[in-house]
């Protein structure tokens, strides 16, 4: 006799543990490179070589608390508390400007109390929720340039003003990027996405040419050999720990970049070093990581049945894709040179928390998708 069909539910269930399993063998992962990648740097700098380690872990331990504890609180909250966040996040960015750390001529950091976080961090995750509670609201208007496209927009302009005054140009970009993802979850028209790409590629380049910070990172881009010791050594640099690093990698902790030639090694640039140390299959490997952990969140985002859990579980994954191929795309010089970190990975206290974060919204969401079940029952039902 066969058995029972299968069927779907949607009802509560655990959540998704191949999605909470990888991004924990990432962050530990990252810390183990972080470690490799600082050491050096520590010891010169702080006398510690564990300095960036023990300071990082501290990050981690209150991110995984944060995911945890986030899975366990409906996404549907969410939804209530988007204008308050959404008002808090514009207020903290305001305050960056007035009250914020300059380093390297930006102000995007806050110190208080020896505590130093960047607010823009909280941006992204800011600008998906409410663009979801509002494509979720205006659902039969998004077809609508004016009713549906517009509102969106005057979600994104104030956050991209606040920040571009900072200055993080690279980060309006993605802040851009995530809108337009975000629109065509929404359901909008190809035809208005295209007319924004226009508007926005125009706007992006008048941004670039008054700027000439800007112009300059742009043009050296263009041409890497032009100044191999100034604008693109960072970039030159990383490109060697890469070549350096082969198939099969230098061996772990024996990275020569890392000895005070490639900036930011244990930051944005830490895909370098595990180039250098793991070589093409480390690389390899971590990128498969993210891509399953992508792939995830695109599942638990077609499963889900509630339109702003979907829109939610899709905005949230794609921050993540944005942000390592954005991160990748300059550590290997596909694109010009910006100040992305790589997710779970690089040091960042601020960006390893609110990555942890959105994962434990987006574990949320997977307790509410439907699941496979046989003869009618739900296969470990969490009621």
């Given at each position: 006799?066969?058995?029972?069909?299968?069927?779907?539910?949607?009802?509560?269930?655990?959540?998704?543990?191949?999605?909470?399993?990888?991004?924990?063998?990432?962050c530990v992962f990252g810390l183990?490179?972080?470690?490799?990648?600082?050491?050096?740097?520590?010891?010169?700098?702080?006398?510690?070589?564990?300095?960036?380690?023990?300071?990082?872990?501290?990050?981690?331990?209150?991110?995984?608390?944060?995911?945890?504890?986030?899975?366990?609180?409906?996404?549907?909250?969410?939804?209530?508390?988007?204008?308050?966040?959404?008002?808090?996040?514009?207020?903290?960015?305001?305050?960056?400007?007035?009250?914020?750390?300059?380093?390297?001529?930006?102000?995007?950091?806050?110190?208080?109390?020896?505590?130093?976080?960047?607010?823009?961090?909280?941006?992204?995750?800011?600008?998906?929720?409410?663009?979801?509670?509002?494509?979720?609201?205006?659902?039969?208007?998004?077809?609508?340039?004016?009713?549906?496209?517009?509102?969106?927009?005057?979600?994104?302009?104030?956050?991209?003003?606040?920040?571009i005054l900072q200055p993080n140009?690279?980060?309006?970009?993605?802040?851009?990027?995530?809108?337009?993802?975000?629109?065509?979850?929404?359901?909008?028209?190809?035809?208005?996405?295209?007319?924004?790409?226009?508007?926005?590629?125009?706007?992006?380049?008048?941004?670039?040419?008054?700027?000439?910070?800007?112009?300059?990172?742009?043009?050296?881009?263009?041409?890497?050999?032009?100044?191999?010791?100034?604008?693109?050594?960072?970039?030159?640099?990383?490109?060697?720990?890469?070549?350096?690093?082969?198939?099969?990698?230098?061996?772990?902790?024996?990275?020569?970049?890392?000895?005070?030639?490639?900036?930011?090694?244990?930051?944005?640039?830490?895909?370098?070093?595990?180039?250098?140390?793991?070589?093409?299959?480390?690389?390899?490997?971590?990128?498969?990581?993210?891509?399953?952990?992508?792939?995830?969140?695109?599942?638990?985002?077609?499963?889900?049945?509630?339109?702003?859990?979907?829109?939610?579980?899709?905005?949230?994954?794609?921050?993540?894709?944005?942000?390592?191929?954005?991160?990748?795309?300059?550590?290997?010089?596909?694109?010009?040179?910006?100040?992305?970190?790589?997710?779970?990975?690089?040091?960042?206290?601020?960006?390893?928390?609110?990555?942890?974060?959105?994962?434990?919204?987006?574990?949320?969401?997977?307790?509410?998708?439907?699941?496979?079940?046989?003869?009618?029952?739900?296969?470990?039902?969490?009621?």
């Amino acid at each position: 006799m066969e058995n029972a069909a299968k069927k779907t539910i949607a009802n509560k269930h655990h959540f998704d543990f191949p999605l909470f399993a990888v991004i924990l063998i990432i962050c530990v992962f990252g810390l183990v490179m972080l470690f490799s990648a600082s050491y050096y740097y520590g010891q010169v700098k702080y006398n510690s070589g564990t300095y960036f380690l023990r300071k990082q872990l501290i990050f981690f331990g209150a991110g995984l608390a944060l995911m945890l504890g986030l899975s366990h609180f409906k996404f549907t909250i969410w939804k209530k508390v988007a204008p308050f966040g959404y008002a808090a996040v514009l207020l903290i960015l305001a305050a960056t400007l007035i009250f914020g750390v300059e380093l390297n001529g930006a102000k995007r950091w806050i110190n208080i109390a020896g505590f130093q976080f960047q607010p823009s961090e909280f941006a992204k995750f800011a600008l998906v929720i409410v663009l979801s509670s509002v494509m979720c609201s205006k659902r039969v208007y998004m077809q609508s340039f004016m009713l549906g496209i517009v509102p969106c927009i005057g979600v994104l302009v104030p956050l991209a003003i606040l920040i571009i005054l900072q200055p993080n140009f690279s980060l309006v970009i993605i802040l851009c990027l995530i809108t337009y993802i975000m629109m065509y979850l929404g359901g909008s028209r190809l035809s208005h996405r295209f007319f924004l790409v226009v508007v926005g590629v125009i706007a992006g380049l008048l941004v670039i040419i008054f700027e000439g910070y800007r112009l300059q990172r742009l043009t050296s881009y263009l041409n890497p050999s032009a100044d191999p010791t100034g604008a693109n050594y960072q970039t030159l640099q990383s490109c060697i720990a890469l070549g350096n690093g082969g198939f099969f990698g230098q061996g772990l902790n024996y990275s020569k970049q890392k000895l005070l030639f490639l900036p930011e090694r244990e930051n944005d640039y830490i895909f370098a070093i595990i180039g250098e140390e793991l070589g093409f299959v480390g690389c390899f490997l971590l990128l498969a990581a993210y891509f399953f952990a992508i792939y995830r969140g695109i599942l638990i985002a077609m499963r889900c049945h509630d339109r702003f859990g979907r829109l939610l579980a899709g905005g949230i994954t794609s921050v993540l894709a944005v942000q390592v191929l954005i991160n990748i795309g300059v550590v290997t010089r596909a694109i010009p040179s910006t100040g992305q970190t790589l997710p779970f990975v690089s040091y960042g206290g601020t960006s390893l928390m609110v990555f942890m974060a959105a994962m434990g919204i987006l574990l949320n969401i997977s307790r509410y998708t439907e699941v496979d079940t046989e003869d009618g029952e739900p296969k470990k039902a969490d009621e």
